[in-house]
């Protein structure tokens, strides 16, 4: 099965692909297979974006199976936000260094930190099947940027299970335990279970 993955995201497309890379006999980004637009992410909800930007793709291209990650932070002291609006939560699509900025004076004078990263995949095979898995990872969120590696709020992102930051995390450690490297693998488990590769 040749999969499409939904996003220009280059990051996320690196990291799935690391992942799945097994899972597929070929993995193209939606660049690579002709297709350089972008979905109107107006769902509610992670797993309601990841539909929406995977069935966009599935439409353009029948016969593949199509990929899309919906993610986000969700920041315990501010009710979930910035939630599904973590990518423009500046104002700006995608500014991520704006997007830690305004993290960071909003929780100036926050003692509680906590924050989990969330990530919704949604697969559609070649004959219209959907499946749809979620994945979290838990943290905090420091007061300074720590690392270069990732992208988005991993510099601020204190992983529990790393003991570090996902900006300081190589790319194998972030994925043994991120939100995505959870999400990827489930569905991997769901595929292999229901014998769909
Ligand atoms: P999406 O492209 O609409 O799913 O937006 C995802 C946004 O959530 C990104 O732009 C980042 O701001 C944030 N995000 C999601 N996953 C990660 C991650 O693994 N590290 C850091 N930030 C992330």
């Known amino acids: 099965m040749k999969l499409i993955i939904a996003s220009n995201n280059k990051h996320k497309i690196i990291e799935i692909k690391s992942i799945l890379g097994d899972t597929f006999e070929e993995i193209l980004s939606q660049k690579e297979a002709g297709f350089e637009g972008e979905a109107e992410e107006n769902g509610a909800t992670f797993a309601e974006n990841s539909y929406i930007k995977a069935k966009e793709i599935a439409d353009k291209f029948p016969g593949y199976a199509t990929l899309a990650d919906d993610s986000g932070l969700a920041v315990d002291a501010l009710g979930g936000e910035p939630g599904v609006n973590s990518a423009r939560y500046c104002g700006e699509h995608g500014n991520d260094g704006a997007n830690n900025e305004k993290l960071l004076t909003v929780l100036k004078n926050e003692k509680n930190r906590k924050a989990k990263f969330v990530c919704a995949i949604t697969l559609i095979l070649p004959d219209g099947k959907v499946l749809t898995t979620e ?58 279970i229901q014998n769909l590769r």
């Open 135 to 192: 994945g979290e990872t838990e943290g905090e969120i420091i007061h300074t940027l720590e690392g270069t590696g990732g992208f988005g709020y991993d510099p601020l992102f204190l992983s529990k299970d790393l003991a570090k930051t996902f900006g300081e995390a190589s790319e194998e450690e972030k994925n043994s335990v991120s939100h995505r490297g959870r999400a990827l693998r489930n569905l991997s488990m769901i595929l292999k």
